[in-house]
């Protein structure tokens, strides 16, 4: 069916949804079913009947994935995969900083996830983050404003949620399921390899050092 043909099925509200939908692929990349009740409504609304967005966005080169064990949609670059089969998603060229935090993020939503149910949030403190980055040597490197930066970059694609502020003890961060599908595979062994390095290279005195900084 044409896209045209699609859209004379819809009701008034299917196509103010649909619209509305698009937009947030489009921006957001992910739509991710437990963060609120309007991303619970529009993941239901594509996985029903995903037909008209791949139609869609297919003018422009684009696919729609649906990921129905994590609840996410995601918008992918048509024909395009990864290592492994994993088609890419709509990719954002990020800064070091930016990729290690995003790394370091991956390894405690998976770390999470395996201590707990799908259906729990998974939830991490700043400070949780901040030992991450600690152990491959680049908490320093990033400084609040940096962080807060950072952070906000990853909320507006749906991958996190920030409750507080980042300079707050009591900051909290919500890892939502499309963090697995923000880094392919070999992005991630690629960081995993050099963090594995810098450990291996670390003398005692210096991991140490370390531990001192995080037991502040």
Wanted: aromatic residues 10%; negative net charge.
């Amino acid at each position: 069916m044409s896209i045209e043909e699609f859209w004379e099925e819809y009701t008034s509200s299917e196509r103010a949804l649909f619209q509305k939908s698009c937009r947030r692929l489009l921006k957001q990349t992910f739509i991710v079913r437990a963060k609120d009740e309007d991303s619970k409504k529009a993941y239901y609304f594509i996985s029903k009947k995903p037909e008209p967005f791949s139609t869609y966005f297919s003018y422009i080169g684009f696919d729609i994935e649906i990921d129905r064990e994590n609840g996410v949609v995601m918008l992918r670059s048509r024909g395009e995969t990864a290592e492994g089969g994993r088609a890419q998603v709509n990719r954002l060229m990020l800064k070091k900083a930016e990729s290690v935090v995003l790394c370091c993020l991956w390894i405690l939503y998976t770390d999470r996830i395996s201590t707990v149910s799908l259906t729990q949030p998974a939830v991490i403190s700043i400070t949780d983050l901040r030992f991450e980055l600690e152990k491959y040597g680049i908490r320093d490197q990033i400084d609040k404003s940096a962080m807060a930066n950072i952070l906000a970059l990853f909320s507006r694609f749906n991958l996190i949620d920030v409750h507080g502020k980042v300079g707050d003890a009591d900051c909290m961060i919500r890892l939502y399921p499309s963090l697995q599908f923000a880094l392919s595979e070999e992005e991630f062994r690629r960081f995993a390899g050099a963090a594995a390095r810098r450990m291996m290279e670390l003398s005692p005195e210096e991991e140490d050092g370390e531990d001192d900084d995080a037991d502040e």
